[in-house]
């Protein structure tokens, strides 16, 4: 599978800062995912998106579908510290198969 | 359960050893995914499973590693003499199938290899 570039690597921020990290890939994709992984569990899905410009929220959470199919952005307002933990975002084209291409993940650090 | 359950969830071999790992997904979900993470690296695909359809191999590292699906529903990896570079966190997900759909993960087996 492809490897998706995602940035930043990781982020020390303090409580109340808003936050945004994305993704970018070299080919295009028709399904984006935001995952948040906490130490020993596994990813859980935070956010879905399906169409090129969309733009969802989940509570404090907004992502976005780029336009151009090969980027996606997740932007967490008013962070707190529970948001600690290690965001992973996965991109998908059914035309090449199911499987999904993974980020490295961005690691999330809140100070309260 | 009402989540994808996987089994052991730690475990330590030597190296040459087998190993098998299980996975129970979310009932009535038809598609079964591995995946690799490795210590500070992403997911890495392995095998995809979808219905009856021919499993979606392409990730396999190597053809020590192989899995299964009986009945539609629990899934085994196995892999065979295993190896220090082995060492990772195996997840396992399991999804409504029908394409691209959210996939939900199990907490994974921590595999180390002495």
């Known amino acids: 599978g492809q490897q998706l570039n995602q940035s930043p690597q990781s982020m020390f921020i303090q409580e109340g800062e808003d936050v945004s990290m994305n993704c970018t890939s070299s080919s295009i994709f028709n399904t984006w995912l935001w995952y948040k992984q906490d130490p020993g569990e596994g990813p859980v899905l935070l956010i879905a998106l399906y169409k090129a410009g969309e733009l969802t929220s989940n509570g404090r959470l907004t992502a976005q579908f780029g336009i151009t199919r090969k980027d996606s952005f997740l932007n967490i307002s008013a962070s707190i510290p529970s948001d600690v933990g290690i965001y992973f975002c996965a991109g998908g084209d059914s035309n090449s198969g199911y499987a999904l291409n993974f980020g490295k993940g961005t690691s999330l650090l809140v100070t309260p | 359960g009402a989540g994808v359950s996987q089994s052991p969830s730690n475990k330590v071999t030597e190296k040459g050893k087998d190993v098998e790992l299980r996975c129970d997904p979310i009932?009535?979900?038809?598609?079964l995914y591995w995946y690799r993470q490795s210590l500070g690296q992403g997911l890495e695909f392995l095998i995809y499973f979808q219905g009856n359809s021919a499993p979606d191999k392409s990730g396999l590292p190597s053809d020590r590693f192989s899995a299964e699906r009986t009945g539609g529903s629990v899934s085994t990896l196995t892999i065979q003499r295993t190896q220090q570079e082995d060492s990772a966190v195996y997840l396992c997900a399991s999804s409504t199938g029908g394409g691209l759909a959210e996939a939900f993960f199990g907490q994974g087996t921590r595999l180390t290899v002495v």
């Open positions: 009932s009535g979900h038809t598609a």
